[in-house]
């Protein structure tokens, strides 16, 4: 009986040290796989044909290299904000809200779906919309303010500018074609990636 029970406890112990160990590796595994997402953030292509472009290194590219239907036309770093900037050519088309830009380079941004920026641009977003939830939109800067001006007119931007100063949105749902997309390289809150406006398809004020 004596034995019984040390043989027992012997395989108690060993299952023990095995679940442990488990755990310990399980937990690795997730220290390693943040470190790989935040270091390169996962990219969705429009085209199947990047399928094997499954992580961005932005230090692993240089001009004239494809992603899907875009191409690498620069690389380089911003002096301005003292981070890299990769600039993608390539004709999409993209749906969301227009609102004023109050954090510089354009008169305005652009809030888009998650499920659009995935869809449709080469690295889907700084911000990374793989770590929110579906109803996530991530913001970009909407590089054309003569075209923008062109299609609400004047009056209509100086009264989106002067709500804007008084901390009210007016918002416009939009539809336009882009010809570029700039990718910014480890940014923060106070920064976004942009795209280039080639031509506004459909805007219309919003009433919230």
Excluded: H
Aim: net charge negative; proline share 3%; hydrophobic share 40%.
């Amino acid at each position: 009986m004596k034995r019984y029970w040390i043989i027992l406890l012997v395989f108690l112990i060993t299952i023990t040290a095995g679940c442990d160990q488990s755990d310990s590796i399980s937990d690795k595994k997730d220290i390693i796989n943040t470190g790989i997402q935040e270091q390169f953030p996962i990219e969705a292509t429009p085209s199947s044909e990047a399928e094997d472009n499954i992580y961005f290194d932005s230090q692993g590219i240089a001009v004239g290299d494809k992603f899907g239907n875009f191409t690498v036309i620069d690389v380089y770093l911003d002096d301005e904000y003292g981070m890299e900037k990769v600039v993608f050519e390539g004709t999409f088309t993209l749906s969301g809200e227009l609102i004023p830009n109050i954090i510089g380079e354009s008169r305005y941004g652009i809030l888009i779906s998650k499920v659009d920026i995935i869809n449709n641009l080469p690295v889907p977003t700084t911000w990374e919309p793989v770590n929110f939830d579906d109803n996530y939109k991530g913001y970009f800067r909407v590089l054309s303010d003569e075209e923008v001006i062109k299609n609400i007119g004047e009056d209509r931007d100086s009264l989106i500018w002067e709500k804007a100063e008084m901390g009210i949105d007016i918002r416009c749902k939009i539809s336009a074609v882009f010809n570029s997309y700039t990718y910014w390289v480890q940014p923060n809150t106070d920064v976004s990636s942009s795209l280039g406006l080639k031509e506004i398809i459909f805007i219309e004020e919003v009433d919230y």
